[in-house]
Protein backbone atom coordinates (compact mmCIF):
# COMPACT_ATOMS: atom_id res chain seq x y z
CA UNK A 1 0.00 0.00 0.00
CA UNK A 2 1.00 3.52 -0.21
CA UNK A 3 3.34 4.78 2.29
CA UNK A 4 3.81 8.43 2.82
CA UNK A 5 7.56 9.76 4.22
CA UNK A 6 8.02 12.96 5.55
CA UNK A 7 11.23 15.18 6.21
CA UNK A 8 12.28 16.75 8.44
CA UNK A 9 10.12 15.77 11.54
CA UNK A 10 11.08 19.28 13.08
CA UNK A 11 12.41 22.63 11.66
CA UNK A 12 13.30 25.63 13.30
CA UNK A 13 13.59 29.12 11.65
CA UNK A 14 13.98 33.19 11.80
CA UNK A 15 11.20 34.75 10.95
CA UNK A 16 11.27 36.45 7.44
CA UNK A 17 13.47 32.80 6.09
CA UNK A 18 12.21 30.29 4.14
CA UNK A 19 10.98 26.68 5.21
CA UNK A 20 11.06 23.40 3.24
CA UNK A 21 9.39 20.22 4.18
CA UNK A 22 10.24 17.01 2.21
CA UNK A 23 7.90 14.34 1.05
CA UNK A 24 7.77 10.99 -0.62
CA UNK A 25 5.66 8.36 -1.94
CA UNK A 26 5.23 5.09 -2.78
CA UNK A 27 2.42 4.34 -4.93
CA UNK A 28 2.88 5.90 -8.42
CA UNK A 29 -1.26 5.51 -9.09
CA UNK A 30 -1.47 8.69 -6.56
CA UNK A 31 -2.66 11.85 -7.96
CA UNK A 32 -3.45 13.84 -5.41
CA UNK A 33 -1.41 15.68 -3.13
CA UNK A 34 -2.85 17.78 -0.35
CA UNK A 35 -0.62 20.04 2.44
CA UNK A 36 -2.72 20.32 5.88
CA UNK A 37 -1.83 22.90 8.71
CA UNK A 38 -2.53 22.04 12.07
CA UNK A 39 -2.24 24.27 14.90
CA UNK A 40 -2.15 23.04 19.13
CA UNK A 41 -5.60 21.39 19.50
CA UNK A 42 -7.51 22.75 16.30
CA UNK A 43 -8.31 20.97 13.15
CA UNK A 44 -6.23 20.25 9.97
CA UNK A 45 -6.67 23.05 7.84
CA UNK A 46 -5.89 22.39 4.09
CA UNK A 47 -3.28 25.27 2.91
CA UNK A 48 -2.61 23.98 -0.60
CA UNK A 49 -2.74 21.07 -2.87
CA UNK A 50 -1.48 19.48 -6.31
CA UNK A 51 -2.63 16.99 -8.67
CA UNK A 52 -0.14 15.22 -10.67
CA UNK A 53 -0.89 16.85 -14.07
CA UNK A 54 0.86 20.18 -12.61
CA UNK A 55 4.58 20.40 -11.17
CA UNK A 56 3.85 23.68 -9.41
CA UNK A 57 1.58 25.90 -7.54
CA UNK A 58 1.89 29.27 -5.56
CA UNK A 59 0.02 30.41 -3.57
CA UNK A 60 1.33 33.57 -1.66
CA UNK A 61 3.85 32.61 0.16
CA UNK A 62 3.55 29.15 0.08
CA UNK A 63 4.49 26.69 -3.24
CA UNK A 64 4.24 22.90 -3.43
CA UNK A 65 6.62 21.68 -6.25
CA UNK A 66 5.70 17.35 -7.17
CA UNK A 67 8.12 15.63 -9.43
CA UNK A 68 6.01 12.54 -10.47
CA UNK A 69 9.19 10.63 -11.80
CA UNK A 70 10.90 10.75 -8.52
CA UNK A 71 7.88 10.44 -6.30
CA UNK A 72 8.42 13.21 -4.15
CA UNK A 73 6.61 16.95 -3.43
CA UNK A 74 7.69 19.36 -1.33
CA UNK A 75 6.07 22.29 0.82
CA UNK A 76 7.92 25.99 0.62
CA UNK A 77 7.14 28.45 2.93
CA UNK A 78 8.60 32.33 2.19
CA UNK A 79 9.46 35.13 4.61
CA UNK A 80 7.77 32.86 7.74
CA UNK A 81 5.71 34.59 10.15
CA UNK A 82 5.51 33.35 13.87
CA UNK A 83 2.00 32.48 12.82
CA UNK A 84 3.50 29.80 10.49
CA UNK A 85 4.39 27.87 13.51
CA UNK A 86 2.31 24.47 13.55
CA UNK A 87 2.27 20.96 12.74
CA UNK A 88 2.60 20.50 8.57
CA UNK A 89 1.55 17.26 7.18
CA UNK A 90 1.48 15.82 4.14
CA UNK A 91 -0.61 13.09 2.12
CA UNK A 92 -1.32 11.51 -0.55
CA UNK A 93 -3.82 9.95 -2.39
CA UNK A 94 -4.83 6.17 -2.59
CA UNK A 95 -7.41 4.26 -4.18
CA UNK A 96 -9.36 4.84 -7.37
CA UNK A 97 -10.75 8.57 -7.70
CA UNK A 98 -8.02 9.65 -5.29
CA UNK A 99 -10.84 9.98 -2.40
CA UNK A 100 -8.59 8.46 0.77
CA UNK A 101 -5.39 9.68 2.18
CA UNK A 102 -2.46 8.68 3.57
CA UNK A 103 -0.57 11.17 5.45
CA UNK A 104 3.24 11.64 6.30
CA UNK A 105 4.01 11.97 10.03
CA UNK A 106 4.15 15.46 10.39
CA UNK A 107 6.67 18.20 10.55
CA UNK A 108 6.42 21.01 13.40
CA UNK A 109 7.31 24.17 12.27
CA UNK A 110 8.85 26.27 14.84
CA UNK A 111 8.96 30.42 13.31
CA UNK A 112 11.04 32.45 15.56
CA UNK A 113 11.00 36.39 15.79
CA UNK B 1 -18.61 27.10 3.32
CA UNK B 2 -17.74 23.20 3.71
CA UNK B 3 -17.97 23.58 7.50
CA UNK B 4 -17.88 19.75 9.69
CA UNK B 5 -18.97 19.90 12.61
CA UNK B 6 -17.90 16.43 14.89
CA UNK B 7 -19.42 15.78 18.48
CA UNK B 8 -18.67 15.28 21.06
CA UNK B 9 -14.93 17.37 21.32
CA UNK B 10 -14.44 15.76 24.38
CA UNK B 11 -15.89 12.01 26.64
CA UNK B 12 -14.81 10.50 29.01
CA UNK B 13 -16.25 6.87 29.71
CA UNK B 14 -15.89 3.97 32.02
CA UNK B 15 -14.36 0.65 30.24
CA UNK B 16 -16.59 -1.29 28.86
CA UNK B 17 -18.93 1.06 28.09
CA UNK B 18 -19.72 2.19 23.99
CA UNK B 19 -19.30 6.08 23.18
CA UNK B 20 -20.89 7.77 19.43
CA UNK B 21 -19.13 10.42 17.55
CA UNK B 22 -21.11 12.04 15.00
CA UNK B 23 -19.86 14.19 12.08
CA UNK B 24 -21.40 16.06 10.58
CA UNK B 25 -20.86 17.98 7.36
CA UNK B 26 -22.91 21.58 7.54
CA UNK B 27 -23.33 23.10 4.31
CA UNK B 28 -22.56 20.22 1.92
CA UNK B 29 -23.50 16.81 0.98
CA UNK B 30 -20.66 14.15 1.42
CA UNK B 31 -21.12 10.59 0.40
CA UNK B 32 -17.99 10.42 1.55
CA UNK B 33 -15.99 10.61 4.70
CA UNK B 34 -13.25 9.20 6.62
CA UNK B 35 -12.13 8.35 10.23
CA UNK B 36 -8.91 8.98 11.68
CA UNK B 37 -6.82 8.04 14.83
CA UNK B 38 -4.49 10.47 16.29
CA UNK B 39 -1.84 9.80 19.13
CA UNK B 40 -0.06 12.88 20.76
CA UNK B 41 2.40 14.17 18.36
CA UNK B 42 1.64 11.85 15.92
CA UNK B 43 0.28 11.79 12.35
CA UNK B 44 -3.77 11.26 11.48
CA UNK B 45 -3.83 7.39 11.02
CA UNK B 46 -6.76 6.61 8.40
CA UNK B 47 -9.39 3.70 10.25
CA UNK B 48 -12.13 3.59 8.15
CA UNK B 49 -13.82 5.09 4.83
CA UNK B 50 -17.40 5.48 5.42
CA UNK B 51 -20.00 5.63 2.08
CA UNK B 52 -23.22 6.75 2.56
CA UNK B 53 -26.01 4.06 2.02
CA UNK B 54 -22.93 1.34 2.28
CA UNK B 55 -20.45 -1.01 4.22
CA UNK B 56 -17.90 1.18 5.27
CA UNK B 57 -14.15 0.53 4.32
CA UNK B 58 -11.76 -0.47 7.20
CA UNK B 59 -8.07 -0.38 7.11
CA UNK B 60 -5.88 -2.92 7.80
CA UNK B 61 -5.39 -3.52 11.44
CA UNK B 62 -8.83 -1.80 12.53
CA UNK B 63 -10.71 -4.27 14.06
CA UNK B 64 -14.56 -3.29 12.22
CA UNK B 65 -16.69 -4.66 15.44
CA UNK B 66 -15.17 -2.40 17.33
CA UNK B 67 -15.03 0.58 15.70
CA UNK B 68 -18.81 0.54 14.41
CA UNK B 69 -19.28 3.38 11.53
CA UNK B 70 -23.16 4.42 10.24
CA UNK B 71 -23.54 6.58 7.71
CA UNK B 72 -27.18 7.13 7.30
CA UNK B 73 -27.77 10.38 5.37
CA UNK B 74 -25.83 12.40 2.98
CA UNK B 75 -24.98 14.89 6.17
CA UNK B 76 -23.95 12.26 9.09
CA UNK B 77 -21.58 9.59 9.97
CA UNK B 78 -21.07 7.76 13.00
CA UNK B 79 -18.43 5.81 14.80
CA UNK B 80 -19.52 4.22 18.06
CA UNK B 81 -16.66 2.55 20.05
CA UNK B 82 -17.99 -0.43 21.42
CA UNK B 83 -16.69 -1.73 24.47
CA UNK B 84 -13.64 1.02 25.08
CA UNK B 85 -10.88 -0.07 27.16
CA UNK B 86 -8.10 2.29 28.04
CA UNK B 87 -5.76 1.70 25.10
CA UNK B 88 -8.59 3.26 22.81
CA UNK B 89 -8.15 6.64 24.44
CA UNK B 90 -7.14 8.98 21.84
CA UNK B 91 -7.98 11.90 19.53
CA UNK B 92 -10.72 10.73 17.37
CA UNK B 93 -10.99 13.06 13.90
CA UNK B 94 -13.28 13.19 10.86
CA UNK B 95 -13.12 14.55 7.58
CA UNK B 96 -15.71 14.90 4.94
CA UNK B 97 -15.27 14.73 1.15
CA UNK B 98 -16.38 17.55 -1.24
CA UNK B 99 -16.84 18.01 -4.56
CA UNK B 100 -16.11 15.34 -7.48
CA UNK B 101 -13.49 13.56 -9.20
CA UNK B 102 -10.22 16.10 -9.68
CA UNK B 103 -12.18 18.62 -7.12
CA UNK B 104 -12.05 16.12 -3.75
CA UNK B 105 -11.41 18.18 -1.19
CA UNK B 106 -11.55 16.79 2.44
CA UNK B 107 -12.13 19.32 5.57
CA UNK B 108 -11.75 17.82 9.28
CA UNK B 109 -13.80 18.21 12.28
CA UNK B 110 -12.43 19.50 15.01
CA UNK B 111 -11.58 15.95 16.61
CA UNK B 112 -12.85 14.44 20.11
CA UNK B 113 -10.62 13.48 22.32
CA UNK B 114 -11.59 9.98 24.26
CA UNK B 115 -10.76 8.97 27.88
CA UNK B 116 -11.55 5.44 28.79
CA UNK B 117 -11.10 5.41 32.16
Known amino acids: GENVEQHPSTLSVQEGDSAVIKCTYSDSASNYFPWYKQELGKRPQLIID?????GEKKDQRIAVTLNKTAKHFSLHITETQPEDSAVYFC????????????FGKGTTLSVSS | GAVVSQHPSWVICKSGTSVKIECRSL??????MFWYRQFPKQSLMLMAT?????????EQGVEKDKFLINHASLTLSTLTVTSAHPEDSSFYIC?????????????FGAGTRLSVL
Open chain 1, 91 to 102: AASIRQAGTALI
Open chain 2, 27 to 32: DFQATT
Open chain 2, 95 to 107: SALTGYGAKNIQY
Open chain 1, 50 to 54: IRSNV
Open chain 2, 50 to 58: SNEGSKATY
